[in-house]
C-alpha cells in the first residue's frame, strides 16, 4: 500500500518560514516524479514545485526565489522549504508523485490525475 504521509504546515507570520515534509512508504520517491501543488480557499489547485525524473527543478512564478524543494533518498522524503512567506501562500498544500512526469503550470485537474498523493497540510500566513 502507497502513502505519502505530510507534515509539518501550520500558521506562520507574513515573512517567516516553513518546511513542510511528505514521507512516502510502498513506493521509491527517486523512482518518480514528485511535486507539491496547492489550493487556496475559494481557488482552483496549482502547481508549486516539481523534480522530475532527471532531477531537475522547478517552480511556479509565485513561489520562485522563496520555495526550495528537495529530497532525501535515504529517508524516502519530500521537503519543500519555504521562506519569505505572504498571505497569498495560505493554501492546503499536497505532495504527488508521478510515474511520468510533473509540472507546475498543469491545469487544475492535472494534480488530480497523479498517481498518489498525500491528504494536504494547511499552510496559513497571517499576522
Known amino acids: 500500500q502507497v502513502q505519502l504521509v505530510q507534515s509539518g504546515g501550520g500558521l506562520v507570520q507574513p515573512g517567516g518560514s516553513l518546511t513542510l515534509s511528505c514521507a512516502a512508504s510502498?513506493?521509491?520517491?527517486?523512482?518518480?516524479?514528485i511535486g507539491w501543488f496547492r489550493q487556496a480557499p475559494g481557488k482552483e489547485r496549482e502547481g508549486v514545485s516539481c523534480?522530475?525524473?532527471?532531477?531537475?527543478?522547478y517552480y511556479s512564478e509565485f513561489v520562485k526565489d522563496r520555495f526550495t524543494v528537495f529530497s532525501d533518498n535515504a529517508e524516502n522524503t519530500l521537503y519543500l522549504q519555504m521562506n519569505n512567506l505572504k498571505p497569498e501562500d495560505t493554501a492546503v498544500y499536497y505532495c504527488?508523485?508521478?510515474?511520468?512526469?510533473?509540472?507546475?503550470?498543469?491545469?487544475?485537474?492535472?494534480?488530480?490525475?497523479?498517481?498518489?498523493r498525500g491528504k494536504g497540510t494547511l499552510v496559513t500566513v497571517s499576522s
Open positions: 504527488a508523485a508521478d510515474r511520468v512526469g510533473c509540472t507546475v503550470v498543469g491545469e487544475p485537474d492535472y494534480y488530480d490525475a497523479m498517481n498518489f
Open positions: 510502498g513506493i521509491t520517491l527517486a523512482d518518480y516524479a
Open positions: 523534480i522530475t525524473k532527471d532531477g531537475s527543478s
